[in-house]
């Protein structure tokens, strides 16, 4: 079987673009104003159409939900409210018909508390086998918990049960985390992994990769409360201090988790030519500690999540993107590319229309694997919510101190002129805005110049120009005479990219043909080109 697009010789992810679909925001079948399995099958020629290699899913799987599935019941099944594992296969076939790869969520930070491992430690003594599973430890002798750690979603990481012991959790209280120094867990991740690979799927996206280990579990931090702003990305703080502070996390990036991912490759690798892949969702400092992650016999892939917060501004891109592609180079492994998922503010919102256009052009020329998070490609804006619509626990774990992530599940519209815009026949589970009319799928299809169209014509004019095409030669750049916040340009193969990130238009003495523009109209004289300001273009040799 061939699935694989716009190849040369590489294994499919290499360069492979990657549609993130939020299942809950995609489409909702029946009506019950819940995105679903079903829903995602029918619009799988939408995804096919959009140029994209690959979809991935954000979890399906038993959850109550608590953390938008991220909190996992049963990791060997589809939750009523998605559908079934029927439905799970009918959508992997019909994937793989259109030639689009399937990647899922594999969550092995923590279990759901509904989970029945943790339901019988709960009715287990302590230090007994059904607790080993997870971290439960006795209460300090005067009563506190095992250690000071904080949530990642806000409060203690600890919850105490109702003989006294504490269990450990970094998210939310209804997320234990699991003990992998316990072989049985290891060994239920790899009954996991072959069961969904069994089903057919490709690759798999890893949740929080860094932190399956912990270390010093018995011993407090010295700054419990700077390390938890130092893990937010809202938080502006110093640099120096933020990074002295994430590069000893007892709980992030430990050395022992590495050993757990050079086993899944044995797993991965003993499927031969079907080219499993894995991405590793690990936020590690320094960035150097990355590269040990997509090791020849590790992982395929670690998000680079530089873009998701990075300003608009040449020298810090120049400086990022370098250095992805340099570190990834030194264990000859690709960078990926993101501008929004599903845990951060949508790039339109964060960066502006116009920018995040450019920016999108401008990374899709990138080498590496470029990820687009659904929504993306209508431009959409993290949706404008009410404190009562959202569901976040970290909204509500901080008492609305962090408004949370709901902003960028909104649902999608997809069609008509009222809201929600062919997503369900219900009522969504977060309100669709009428202001989005103008970006449903249907009103974009129709407008040769709008945001859906630009990222076909972008993925399309990829797959046959840039993929496989190696490495790219700065031509403009903070190092080579480009302006703060002036232009970066660079050449790869026969394209030659340039970004204007500046307010005013640009003229360059590039020769050859535009094939490509995120905004405006191309002027120039002489055979010079006045770039549009705030946009990307690709010129062919
Ligand atoms: C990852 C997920 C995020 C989730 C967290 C806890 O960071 O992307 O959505 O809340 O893990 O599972
Ligand atoms: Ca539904």
Same mark, same amino acid.
């Given at each position: 079987m061939n699935y694989i697009r716009g190849m040369k010789s590489a294994p499919w992810w290499k360069e492979a673009v990657i549609y993130q679909i939020y299942p809950r925001s995609f489409y909702d079948s029946n009506g019950d104003g819940?995105?679903?399995? #079903?829903?995602?099958? +029918? @619009?799988?020629?939408y995804v096919q159409k959009l140029g994209v290699d690959a979809i991935w899913l954000s979890p399906f799987y038993t959850s109550p939900n608590k953390d938008g599935g991220y909190d996992v019941a049963n990791p060997r099944d589809v939750d009523p409210r998605f559908g079934n594992l029927a439905d799970a296969k009918a959508l992997i076939v019909r994937a793989h018909e259109l030639g689009l790869r399937v990647i899922v969520d594999i969550v092995p930070n923590h279990f759901s508390d509904q989970h029945e491992w943790f339901q019988a430690a709960l009715k287990s003594s302590r230090g007994s086998d059904e607790r080993n599973c997870f971290h439960f430890y006795d209460a300090k002798p005067d009563g506190r918990p095992p250690n000071n750690w904080i949530s990642l979603f806000g409060g203690p990481s600890w919850t105490q049960v109702e003989d006294g012991q504490f269990? %450990?959790?970094?998210?939310?209280?209804?997320? #234990?985390?699991?003990?992998?120094?316990? #072989?049985? *867990?290891?060994?239920?991740?790899?009954?996991? &992994?072959?069961?969904? %690979?069994?089903?057919g799927i490709d690759g798999f996206r890893i949740d929080v990769a860094h932190g399956l280990v912990k270390e010093?579990?018995?011993a407090d931090h010295p700054d419990p409360a700077g390390l938890s702003l130092a893990l937010r990305l809202d938080v502006e703080m110093d640099t120096q201090i933020r990074h002295a502070l994430l590069e000893t996390v007892p709980y992030f990036d430990r050395q022992g988790v590495h050993e757990i991912y050079r086993k899944w490759r044995k797993l991965f690798d003993s499927y031969g030519d079907r080219d499993v892949m894995a991405v590793a969702e690990a936020w590690v400092h320094p960035p150097v500690n990355a590269t040990r992650y997509v090791r020849a016999d590790e992982l395929h892939q670690i998000f680079n999540f530089d873009l998701l917060t990075a300003p608009f501004e040449s020298a810090f891109l120049f400086d990022v993107i370098?250095? /992805? =592609?340099e570190l990834n180079a030194t264990v000859n492994a690709l960078p990926t590319w993101a501008l929004s998922n599903h845990d951060s503010p949508r790039v339109a919102s964060r960066i502006g229309d116009a920018e995040s256009r450019a920016l999108a052009l401008f990374v899709f020329a990138l080498p590496g694997s470029a990820y687009v998070f659904a929504g993306q490609e209508l431009g959409l804006?993290?949706?404008? %919510?009410?404190? +009562?619509?959202?569901?976040?626990?970290?909204?509500?774990? /901080?008492q609305g101190a962090i408004k949370g992530r709901d902003g960028a599940r909104v649902p999608l519209p997809w069609s008509g002129d009222t809201t929600p815009f062919g997503f369900s026949s219900g009522k969504p589970w977060l309100p669709i805005d009428q202001s989005w009319q103008s970006m449903s799928v249907g009103n974009q299809n129709i407008d040769a110049k709008s945001v859906l169209n630009l990222y076909r014509s972008a993925l399309s004019l990829r797959a046959l120009h840039l993929t496989g095409e190696g490495e790219i030669t700065w031509l403009q750049s903070p190092l080579h005479g480009a302006k703060p916040d002036g232009l970066l340009t660079f050449k790869r193969g026969e394209i030659t990219v340039v970004m204007n990130l500046s307010q005013q238009p @640009?003229? *360059?003495?590039?020769?050859?043909? *535009? =094939? &490509? %523009?995120?905004?405006? *109209? &191309?002027?120039g004289r002489n055979g010079k080109k006045l770039i549009p300001a705030c946009s990307t273009v690709w010129i062919h040799d």
């Amino acid at each position: 079987m061939n699935y694989i697009r716009g190849m040369k010789s590489a294994p499919w992810w290499k360069e492979a673009v990657i549609y993130q679909i939020y299942p809950r925001s995609f489409y909702d079948s029946n009506g019950d104003g819940e995105g679903d399995l #079903p829903g995602i099958t +029918s @619009h799988l020629e939408y995804v096919q159409k959009l140029g994209v290699d690959a979809i991935w899913l954000s979890p399906f799987y038993t959850s109550p939900n608590k953390d938008g599935g991220y909190d996992v019941a049963n990791p060997r099944d589809v939750d009523p409210r998605f559908g079934n594992l029927a439905d799970a296969k009918a959508l992997i076939v019909r994937a793989h018909e259109l030639g689009l790869r399937v990647i899922v969520d594999i969550v092995p930070n923590h279990f759901s508390d509904q989970h029945e491992w943790f339901q019988a430690a709960l009715k287990s003594s302590r230090g007994s086998d059904e607790r080993n599973c997870f971290h439960f430890y006795d209460a300090k002798p005067d009563g506190r918990p095992p250690n000071n750690w904080i949530s990642l979603f806000g409060g203690p990481s600890w919850t105490q049960v109702e003989d006294g012991q504490f269990y %450990l959790h970094l998210f939310d209280s209804s997320q #234990p985390d699991l003990n992998w120094e316990n #072989p049985e *867990v290891n060994a239920d991740f790899e009954t996991t &992994l072959r069961f969904w %690979l069994d089903l057919g799927i490709d690759g798999f996206r890893i949740d929080v990769a860094h932190g399956l280990v912990k270390e010093n579990i018995h011993a407090d931090h010295p700054d419990p409360a700077g390390l938890s702003l130092a893990l937010r990305l809202d938080v502006e703080m110093d640099t120096q201090i933020r990074h002295a502070l994430l590069e000893t996390v007892p709980y992030f990036d430990r050395q022992g988790v590495h050993e757990i991912y050079r086993k899944w490759r044995k797993l991965f690798d003993s499927y031969g030519d079907r080219d499993v892949m894995a991405v590793a969702e690990a936020w590690v400092h320094p960035p150097v500690n990355a590269t040990r992650y997509v090791r020849a016999d590790e992982l395929h892939q670690i998000f680079n999540f530089d873009l998701l917060t990075a300003p608009f501004e040449s020298a810090f891109l120049f400086d990022v993107i370098n250095r /992805s =592609i340099e570190l990834n180079a030194t264990v000859n492994a690709l960078p990926t590319w993101a501008l929004s998922n599903h845990d951060s503010p949508r790039v339109a919102s964060r960066i502006g229309d116009a920018e995040s256009r450019a920016l999108a052009l401008f990374v899709f020329a990138l080498p590496g694997s470029a990820y687009v998070f659904a929504g993306q490609e209508l431009g959409l804006p993290d949706g404008p %919510l009410q404190d +009562s619509d959202r569901e976040d626990p970290s909204f509500i774990r /901080s008492q609305g101190a962090i408004k949370g992530r709901d902003g960028a599940r909104v649902p999608l519209p997809w069609s008509g002129d009222t809201t929600p815009f062919g997503f369900s026949s219900g009522k969504p589970w977060l309100p669709i805005d009428q202001s989005w009319q103008s970006m449903s799928v249907g009103n974009q299809n129709i407008d040769a110049k709008s945001v859906l169209n630009l990222y076909r014509s972008a993925l399309s004019l990829r797959a046959l120009h840039l993929t496989g095409e190696g490495e790219i030669t700065w031509l403009q750049s903070p190092l080579h005479g480009a302006k703060p916040d002036g232009l970066l340009t660079f050449k790869r193969g026969e394209i030659t990219v340039v970004m204007n990130l500046s307010q005013q238009p @640009h003229e *360059v003495d590039i020769a050859g043909q *535009v =094939i &490509l %523009l995120s905004a405006g *109209v &191309l002027d120039g004289r002489n055979g010079k080109k006045l770039i549009p300001a705030c946009s990307t273009v690709w010129i062919h040799d």
